[in-house]
Every structure is written in C-alpha cells, then in structure tokens.
C-alpha cells in the first residue's frame, strides 16, 4: 500500500472511532453535559442538589473549566419553555442530559432517541413509558426512582395518625406536572382511606390562585386535611403551600423535607439529594463509555419523615411522643 493510500486509510478509521474511545484518546477533551431543572436557578434547595452533583463528578475526576462544561437550563415550569430549553440542550449535542424529573425527562425523550438521560426524580418510569423495564432500560435513559405509588397510602396513614379527627382528605396535584396525570399516587391513597375512616378525593391545581381556593376550601372543614403530591409544579410552589395550610389551618402532609423546613406541619419521603450524588457515578459512566441502556434504574435507600412541632403546637396537634421517636427530625 502507498503511504498515501495508508494515511487515508487511518484517517478514515479515525473518523468512525467511537466518541468515548476519541476522549479516551484525547486528554485535553472536553465533555459537555446538560442540565434540565423546573426548578428555578435562585431556588436555593435545587441549586444545592446540582452543587452537590458538580462536587461528585469532581471527586471522579471530572473538573468544569478543564475537561468539562456543564450548560444549564432552569426553570422550565411550563410546556413552552421546557420545550424551548430542551431543544436548545439537545442542539448543542451534549455526551449526557441531567433530568429533574418526570415532566423534564418526558420533553427530553421528545426531542432526542439518542443522547444519553440521566434523570434523578422520576417515580414511575416504566408506566411513563420511559423505559422498558428497571433492571435493563433498554433505551436513551436511565436514573434515580424518587418514590413508589404505595407511598399514597402510606402518607395517609402518617396523616391519620398524628390527627385522628380527620375524616375528609384531598390529594393535592398537577394534572400537567404530576407522575401519570396523578392517579400513580392517588390510586393507592384512595385504596387505604376507607380502612383509616377517610373520605379520599382529588384536588387538582393547575396555577397558583387555585392553590388558594383548594386549600381554603380544606380550612373550612374541621376535620379536613391535605396531602401534597411529589410533583415538580407544587415544590415550585412550596412557600404559598406552606403558607396557606397554616393561614387556613390545614394539616397536611408533603413529600419532602423541604416543606417542613419552612413551616409544613409533616413530611416522608426519599433524600434528593442522595439521588443527585448518586447520579454523578451514572454520568461518570457513560462519560466513560457504557450505555444507558445497560445501566438499571435505581430506587431510593434513603426516607425521613420530619416533623415540625412549632406548626403542631400553631395548629393545635399534640404528636404522641412514640410518633417523635420514630421520627428522623423533629423541628422546634
């Protein structure tokens, strides 16, 4: 062969070596992830998560400014938006997408069959239809269940617990922004209520003046109560949450410990931001070479339930001591 003819030759094989194999080729490479959040950037908890997520990666080798760039999209709260935003990210031709959560990651898949996904709160990703099954995804995605749908019924149960009077609960969700529509978690909640002497209903909101109307509505009743859906619209919107069930009265309880940090009465649910540490070992990964495909959905291994007692004392909840001590927090 001609030394021309030879040099053609690797310069061809070249081309077609896999993008990972070229990185691992090329020191000085640069790999770009992408970042897609509902929650907005001055959010404070949200941007400890990816603060967190950026500090893992660097643990692992991965350092913004050197052989990195991490390009953010945040609060994409509506479809035009997050359309907007997820086609900007997918243009740019990342090596791996973050996802907040079922909303975001559901864009995403719109817009791209082939950019690795890495999502961190998604709670049902099979009945999203996200991927084919929890051990072997089999697509573009793979990432971190925030919770499962029986938890429904267990947040009733908590509830219940704490305030024997109750006897009217509303589901409080976002159609638009909720796993399935709602009914993932509304199911198994609706199951449980007529074993706990509850009258179980929807209370669906789609916008902030009807966050007041649903929960005022709930204050009127004496024994009426709250639960608050994981859903990437009301943590959006937790302040006025928190704020209103107290102004009105309402015992509720939330999936995270975000709300009782800020005056919600009751929370259980997974760490979040455990799910953004371990996330930074799956975008380590397929930065590395491995595919999404291969790489199992993981679900949480780690649940607080956190009570606030200066909203019970406010509400006039005494919480038996045994409840306390089950407790992971008590705020005072």
Do not use: C
Not at 115 to 142: K, Y
Not at 202 to 220: C, F, N, Q
């Amino acid at each position: 062969m001609r030394r021309r003819d030879f040099i053609k030759v690797i310069a061809g094989s070249a081309g077609a070596w896999p993008l990972a194999t070229r990185a691992q080729q090329q020191p000085n490479y640069v790999r770009r992830v992408g970042v897609l959040m509902m929650a907005a950037e001055n959010d404070g908890e949200f941007s400890t998560y990816t603060r967190t997520l950026r500090e893992e990666l660097e643990k692992l080798g991965w350092i913004e400014g050197r052989n990195l760039k991490v390009d953010y999209r945040w609060g994409v709260v509506d479809s035009d938006l997050m359309t907007r935003a997820t086609k900007e990210l997918v243009a740019m031709q990342p090596d791996v997408i973050l996802s907040q959560n079922t909303p975001t990651t559901a864009s995403l898949l719109r817009q791209t069959q082939s950019i690795p996904i890495v999502f961190t709160g998604v709670s049902d990703p099979i009945g999203s239809r996200f991927v084919q099954a929890l051990a072997r995804p089999g697509g573009n995605v793979t990432g971190f269940v925030n919770m499962e749908g029986s938890l429904g019924g267990k947040w009733l149960g908590l509830l219940k617990e704490i305030v024997p009077r109750l006897t009217r609960v509303g589901f409080l969700f976002n159609p638009d922004t909720a796993p399935e529509g709602g009914s993932y978690f509304f199911g198994p909640f609706k199951a449980a209520a007529p074993h706990l002497g509850v009258e179980a209903s929807a209370a669906p909101v789609r916008s902030t003046p009807e966050l007041e109307s649903v929960i005022a509505d709930y204050g009127r009743d004496p024994n009426g109560g709250l639960m608050i859906m994981p859903d990437g619209f009301l943590n959006s919107h937790r302040t006025e949450i928190t704020s209103l069930a107290s102004h009105y009265r309402v015992p509720a309880i939330y999936p995270y410990r975000f709300y009782t940090e800020i005056g919600g009465l009751l929370s259980y649910g997974n760490d979040l931001l455990d799910n953004y540490r371990r996330a930074a070992s799956y975008i380590d990964r397929i930065l590395k070479g491995e595919k999404p495909s291969e790489l199992p959905i993981q679900v949480p291994v780690k649940f607080n339930l956190v009570v606030n007692m200066k909203t019970a004392r406010m509400l006039g909840i005494g919480i038996p001591e045994s409840f306390l001590l089950r407790a992971d927090e008590v705020i005072e």
